[in-house]
């Protein structure tokens, strides 16, 4: 046993202490601890048990193996797309060069994915990509990648015990252990990290001078949602207050088809392969309302006819794509203005069939989770009658502001990789993207950290942690004791229906302010919670301890999402209902003050390298970016078109934080993005690397330069499996 500072406490020593064991932590921990660096993981769950293992369409990566001409470029292009070129751009491209890369490594680990008919890797459809790009196995993808990790690490365990005879020597696994507080030095580095395990209650407290923070997302503050029971926002919120900065908090993903019916199970996933797979979206009339919402920028990549849309599933490069398969925000905002029409389900969604669309056997082949999921859950059999879909928030874009390459934060010592961190999907995630995401930034943030541990001439000393660690004993035990303090249950339930109702898929100012009124009395309200009993499994405790994360999570949400006069990917405002090139270049920061309140500045977006900027269409980038940022001769064009531009916009006037105006952020020159041609959409155009964005970042660490991407191989076609399941049966 190791040294306790107090009998309660148990203290450990790490050199990296990854904070997360889903797909990001388990990626990083293994980058760690593969540089000779002594790791630890702590997670909230069971060791393989984290919200990743729900993961069921598919991780996306050109493989090019379902068409060859599927290439990192185009995988960068969707995604900026789907970000409504929101993006870090640098990111993106990582993600888009290395997710092929990530894929192989994890198959070589072990990882059995589906198969093409010739023994590759099979590759499924989904919404925002171009090709068919998300590699599965069936649809539980993220099974089997958690699978793969937690194999890869008991394998890293077994080469230490035949070495030093421990098999935790260099990796060791904290399971059902939650960090409540990072713990931070005289100079603001970090120091370590303090927590409790669930099971027996007592305390702990790791020295380590590197965290990752993989700690997943936020959806438990909202009403209906289709995460699991960790996604508290305890790392948006350990960040915060360590003094990170967060960006795109503003941008929450609400995924158009969660179930609605009933009400028990409302917001359970109902996966994206099932339109992948050809089933398709219904209101009360009958009708394929998808048709009558393509906007205008992707008019030209989706079919216009029933006829046209059917066609692509046998013959893609023949027909242009179903607009089913619109980005995630396209397709909740067209199923709300349904609802809202008065022409949704009985039930408050809409229809989603594939039972018209195929024969029963090939649906309980292809969807055998969702037919299970539907006949135990609502009785639907989805063989023979339509389902009931409505959104369901699903994802968090924003988070932790790093560093593209080594996914360090402005806090030094402190990492961020996986759906905690900020930037990589802009406004909009494309399903797919968040799997090899974690795979790409959690193998650079276990990297990036054990770099910055080679750096270190000397670590924090001892005191800080042990009086960090009393502190936080005494609060946590605090809660304990207040027999007569407000509920926690009833605090959460208040708190998810103020984010549902006033926060959630269409915003309006008049009501986000009174979100933020409500949120300030349950700050308030939340230092009284009280839950009594004892420390051995208290989930009344468990929950009084994560309350006040999702309360700062929700009120940077609000305070970004109020902020942000515009309607862009995962926000969309009815009182500022346009896309606004001037708020493109804008992100919003969140960062905690001094009196503990959430604080908002604004940050410049990098600009899109000149090369694979010319990926896109003229008229897209005259969609999207401001006259300065337009290259001369689309500007020209533009100009020339009966009405001018269309970059101006009626809403291209962000209200200023601070004083500080879009154009006016500092060092942000306008039109510094210029490529110089139009259309041109390939590999060899972008060639095989892209100048740096000049944001001055550091260098990655040896071994993280961008990997060559892959540019495809034979022409095959993808087939699909899919899935869903239960929260339970999943987390
Ligand atoms: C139903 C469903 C299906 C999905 N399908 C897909 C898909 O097909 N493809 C795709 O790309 N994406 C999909 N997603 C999204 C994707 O699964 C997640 O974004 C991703 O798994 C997040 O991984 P992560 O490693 O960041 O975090 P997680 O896998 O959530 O891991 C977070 C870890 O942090 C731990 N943790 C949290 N707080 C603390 C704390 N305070 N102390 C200690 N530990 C803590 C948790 O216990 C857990 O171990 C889906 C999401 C859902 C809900």
Request: charged letters at 25%; a negative charge; one cysteine or more.
């Amino acid at each position: 046993m190791p040294p306790t500072t107090e009998p309660d406490i148990t203290r450990y020593s790490y050199d990296v202490v990854v904070i997360g064991a889903g797909g990001a932590g388990l990626r990083a921990a293994i980058a760690a601890r593969e540089q000779g660096k002594r790791t630890a993981v702590i997670s909230k769950s069971l060791f393989g048990k984290a919200h990743t293992v729900m993961a069921e369409g598919g991780a996306a990566a050109a493989l090019g193996n379902a068409n060859a001409d599927d290439t990192w470029t185009v995988h960068f292009r969707d995604t900026i797309r789907g970000g409504k070129f929101l993006n870090d751009p640098r990111m993106a491209e990582l993600h888009a060069r290395e997710a092929p890369e990530r894929i192989l490594e994890l198959e070589y680990w072990g990882a059995l994915f589906d198969r093409t008919p010739d023994g590759r890797i099979s590759q499924r459809n989904f919404g925002g990509h171009e090709y068919p790009r998300l590699a599965h196995v069936g649809d539980r993808t993220g099974l089997e990648m958690i699978r793969t990790l937690q194999q890869r690490i008991v394998a890293l365990q077994q080469a230490d015990a035949a070495e030093t005879g421990d098999p935790d020597a260099m990796l060791r696994v904290f399971a059902e252990t939650a960090v409540t507080e990072l713990v931070t030095d005289a100079s603001g580095a970090v120091a370590g990290a303090f927590g409790y395990r669930r099971a027996d209650g007592g305390f702990v407290l790791f020295e380590a001078p590197a965290v990752v923070l993989a700690t997943g997302g936020i959806g438990k503050a909202f009403r209906t949602t289709s995460n699991s029971w960790e996604y508290t926002g305890d790392g948006h919120a350990l960040a915060l207050r360590a003094g990170a900065g967060l960006i795109n908090m503003e941008f929450v993903q609400f995924h158009p088809t969660g179930m609605v019916w009933p009400p028990s199970v409302k917001g359970i996933l109902v996966t994206e392969s099932v339109r992948g797979d050809g089933g398709v979206l219904r209101n009360s009339e009958g009708r394929r309302f998808m048709f009558d919402y393509v906007p205008d920028v992707f008019r030209a990549q989706y079919a216009e006819s029933e006829e046209e849309a059917d066609g692509w599933y046998t013959d893609p490069s023949g027909h242009r794509r179903p607009p089913e398969l619109l980005p995630r925000d396209e397709v909740a905002r067209a199923i709300n203005s349904e609802v809202k029409a008065g022409r949704g389900s009985p039930h408050g969604g809409v229809f989603l069939d594939v039972s018209t669309r195929m024969p029963a056997e090939e649906i309980r082949r292809r969807l055998p989770s969702m037919h299970h999921q539907f006949k135990e859950l609502a009785d639907v059999d989805i063989t023979a009658e339509p389902m009931e879909v409505g959104p369901t928030c699903h994802y968090v874009m924003g988070g932790v502001r790093v560093d593209a390459d080594t996914a360090a934060s402005d806090v030094p010592g402190l990492f961020a990789a996986g759906e905690v961190a900020g930037g990589m999907h802009g406004s909009n995630r494309l399903g797919g993207n968040s799997l090899s995401d974690l795979l790409v930034f959690g193998r650079r943030a276990g990297l990036g950290a054990a770099a910055y541990v080679d750096g270190l001439d000397a670590r924090a000393p001892g005191e800080v942690l042990d009086e960090a660690a009393s502190r936080a004993v005494s609060a946590a035990l605090a809660l304990l004791k207040q027999g007569d303090g407000e509920n926690p249950y009833t605090l959460h339930g208040e708190l998810q229906d103020t984010m549902n109702d006033l926060v959630g898929i269409i915003r309006r100012e008049g009501e986000m302010e009174r979100a933020l009124s409500r949120l300030d009395e349950m700050v308030q309200r939340a230092r009284l919670l009280s839950a009594p009993g004892e420390r051995v499994y208290n989930p009344g405790w468990h929950l009084a301890l994560a309350l006040p994360n999702m309360l700062l999570v929700s009120r940077a949400i609000t305070r970004a999402a109020l902020e942000r006069t515009e309607s862009r990917g995962g926000h969309t405002r009815d009182d500022h209902p346009d896309m606004s090139p001037e708020w493109r270049r804008v992100n919003l920061e969140v960062r905690v003050g001094r009196d503990g309140d959430v604080e908002l500045s604004r940050r410049p977006v990098a600009d899109i390298p000149a090369g694979l900027l010319s990926g896109f269409g003229n008229d897209e980038l005259a969609k999207y970016l401001t006259k300065e940022e337009l290259p001369q001769e689309v500007a020209a064009e533009a100009a020339r078109e009966p009405g001018g531009t269309a970059p101006a916009s009626a809403d291209a006037e962000p209200g200023a934080v601070g004083g500080e105006g879009p154009g006016e952020v500092p060092g942000e020159g306008p039109g510094t993005a210029a490529a110089s041609t139009g259309t041109v959409d390939t590999a060899e155009e972008a060639g095989g690397t892209s100048e740096r964005v000049a944001s001055g970042r550091p260098g990655g660490p040896d071994g993280v330069e961008g990997a060559d991407g892959t540019d495809g191989a034979d022409d095959r076609n993808g087939t699909g499996d899919t899935d869903g399941s239960t929260e339970e049966d999943r987390s």
